[in-house]
């Protein structure tokens, strides 16, 4: 199956996840997370950064966010075999412009309700910032972080997933949604001059040498990683685990599912 396939497939179990999740009376809450970058950097540089400034953001305070602790109730949600969790649905997005690379994070957290969403981007966005520096990395404070809490009256479980992996097909917009933005943008145009890998690799099939240096590197870059994780906890909570799901989901990348600590079991 191709990565726009597998992709797509996603996405579309992503609506039905955001749809059931809804339908119990919770929130989804959309964050994007950046760091600052530059046209000397290489692809495998600026990805390393992020994932691994990631990587620390997840740590035993979080954990007590999601549990509680003696003084204060914690916001995680209960799930089957006595899990305690926020999930967090990840994709990585790049873009190609004046300034190098871009790969930023798209999260969709799953949360009980408004409070607990404004106590996950209290905790995150400073908690991000520190991250991205003890990494090595440079961040702009008051530009790295987009949140935003969707409205389910008006924001409907199409375009919630929709947004996540926008125009896979064509990069019109024509299918403009959240779920299409978390399955990883591979078509949707890019913004302000940059460009989305599969607008690079048609810049190169037109003949563009420079393009297909760049479709080069990108291949290298990417390869090995996971664009879209879907914790497995939500599919099985809504019955979208299926066949297929053996294509996605070995024993290996099911240990490594994008949870934070307070995903795990109790």
Known sequence: MC??????GRAVRLQGVVDGWHAEGKRVGFLTLTLRHTAKMSITDVW???????????????????????????????????????????????????????????????????????RVVSFLVPRWVDCVRAVGARVDADKCIDAELVDPSTDSA??????????????SGSHSAIHW??????????????????QILA??????????????????????RRQMSIPPILLDRYGFRDATDAEEFDAADERAQDWLPGNRPL
């Open 3 to 8: 990565s726009a396939q597998i992709l797509v």
């Open 48 to 118: 390393d950064k992020l994932m691994k400034a990631w990587a620390k953001t997840q740590g035993s305070s979080w954990s007590s966010l999601v549990k509680g602790t003696k003084t204060q109730a914690g916001i995680g949600v209960h799930f089957a075999g006595g899990r305690v969790a926020v999930p967090i649905c990840r994709t990585v997005e790049v873009s190609r412009g004046d300034h190098g690379w871009h790969p930023h994070l798209h999260l969709l957290i799953f949360v009980r309700d408004e409070d607990a969403w404004n």
């Open 181 to 198: 933005e978390m399955a990883g943008g591979l078509g949707k145009a890019g913004r302000r001059g940059s460009r989305t890998p599969f």
């Open 203 to 224: 810049d190169a099939e037109a003949g563009d040498v420079r393009s297909a240096a760049l479709w080069h590197e990108f291949e290298v870059g990417s390869r090995g």
């Open 158 to 171: 199409e375009r919630v997933a929709s947004y996540l992996a926008k125009s896979v097909f064509d990069g």
